[in-house]
């Protein structure tokens, strides 16, 4: 069963539309519908061509794309498939026809080199919103062989993206069928499903992915925060450290435990050079990271990338296994959003400086991207790392395997 907009998707190949704009909530059933029409106007219309598939990086648009296509019994049924992982392409069979399907990244500005020189037949792009523009316009440009068409998809962002105003805002001009979807749009979500989601997002991110709505992001970053609790002896199963580290800026350390399945900012270590006037040296903050963390088994110690000189230090300690974070500012501030709303994260109310900076930290208003305002972030930072850097936001404790 699928819905009147996913019909319109299949449709699209038929008309006369150059482009193809799908964008609206998370889970609302764009990808697949998206991807199943993409390759099967590619093998009905062409043959010995070469197509491109684009995510934010190879690895997420192979999970997000790829590899579901791959096991649809619609797919399997229908063409021989091989998965060239090496190479990052996918061929497809059917009969005497036979395509390539190529796999590229747009992580970044350099991104646009990886798919330079390519001539294809048509390109998918998955979750544009997330690539430089100088990544999308080369693969748009790779597209000259006649007849080719373009696909996007994305969620929701700031309404001055360049996405947004390039293209859904010039639609007409650009010859697209723009088509805004909904998680109703998505027959194959439950009631219950429908819910879940519902309680996942808040703020700006509620706006976006679950309304589905262009918005700014404006105010507290986390408004929904209510997570203090009483600072309490509890039987926690395993501690991990998170860190932000400064000199003239502060250093802030927190110290977390796991206790039936909820993580607990234990207590944090907070330092200004800048406040107290008294400026710390790599080994004075090392010997505040022994204190905080007693003599507890500490599984990590997950810490800014950039504080390589602190690094180094620990490493020759050999006291702490240390990660250096995935410090994916807007996609880790989505995270630690999501753990509050579920109440995966709660802070101890000893913790003054973490809870104080919750009530500071905010976006800048006068930036026409999202960001925060670089103050009052040191903690947020931390716990960013932290939530990020694990993964505690999915649905399942997936982290155990990765950080053990």
Not at 131 to 158: H, I, T, Y
Not at 269 to 298: A, V
Request: with cysteine; proline share 2%; hydrophobic share 35%.
């Amino acid at each position: 069963m699928i819905s009147e907009k996913q019909r319109k998707i299949l449709a699209f190949p038929y008309s006369n539309y150059d482009a193809i704009i799908c964008d609206g909530a998370v889970r609302s059933g764009k990808t697949s519908i998206m991807t199943v029409a993409f390759i099967d106007w590619a093998m009905r219309s062409f043959s010995n061509m070469r197509f491109g598939i684009c995510g934010k990086t190879v690895g997420s648009a192979t999970e997000n794309i790829v590899k579901p296509y791959m096991t649809m019994s619609y797919a399997q049924k229908r063409y021989t498939m091989k998965w060239r992982r090496s190479d990052k392409i996918l061929e497809i069979r059917r009969g005497a026809v036979a395509n390539i399907f190529e796999v590229f990244g747009g992580r970044d500005e350099s991104s646009y080199m990886l798919i330079q020189g390519r001539t294809l037949a048509g390109v998918l792009l998955d979750e544009v919103v997330l690539m430089p523009e100088s990544f999308v316009n080369q693969a748009l440009a790779r597209c000259s062989v006649n007849g080719a068409k373009l696909w996007f998809s994305c969620n929701p962002d700031n309404p001055m993206h360049w996405f947004y105003t390039d293209w859904i805002e010039r639609r007409g001009e650009r010859n697209a069928l723009y088509l805004h979807f909904t998680m109703q749009d998505n027959p194959a979500l439950s009631e219950k499903t429908l819910e879940r989601y519902e309680k996942m997002y808040s703020g700006v991110f509620y706006d976006r992915y679950i309304r589905g709505l262009w918005v700014l992001a404006e105010g507290l970053i986390y408004p929904m925060f209510d997570n203090v609790c009483q600072t309490i002896q509890r039987k926690y199963e395993q501690y991990y450290i998170s860190m932000d580290y400064g000199i003239q800026n502060p250093t802030a350390i927190l110290l977390w435990g796991l206790c039936e399945d909820v993580w607990y900012l234990i207590k944090e270590y907070y330092h200004s050079g800048r406040d107290t006037n008294e400026q710390k040296t790599d080994r004075q903050y090392y010997d505040e990271l022994e204190k905080l963390s007693g003599d507890l088994s500490i599984k990590r110690l997950i810490i800014d990338p950039s504080a390589s000189s602190f690094i180094v230090l620990c490493r020759q300690k050999k006291r702490f296994k240390v990660l250096e974070a995935d410090n994916s500012v807007i996609e880790g501030i989505q995270h630690v959003a999501q753990c509050l709303s579920e109440r995966k994260i709660m802070v101890n109310d000893c913790c003054k400086n973490t809870i104080r900076e919750f009530g500071l930290y905010s976006w800048d208003s006068k930036s026409a991207e999202d960001k925060p305002v670089k103050e009052n972030d040191h903690s947020m930072d931390a716990l960013r790392y932290f939530c990020q850097t694990t993964g505690i936001w999915r649905n399942k404790r997936n982290y155990k395997s990765i950080l053990m």
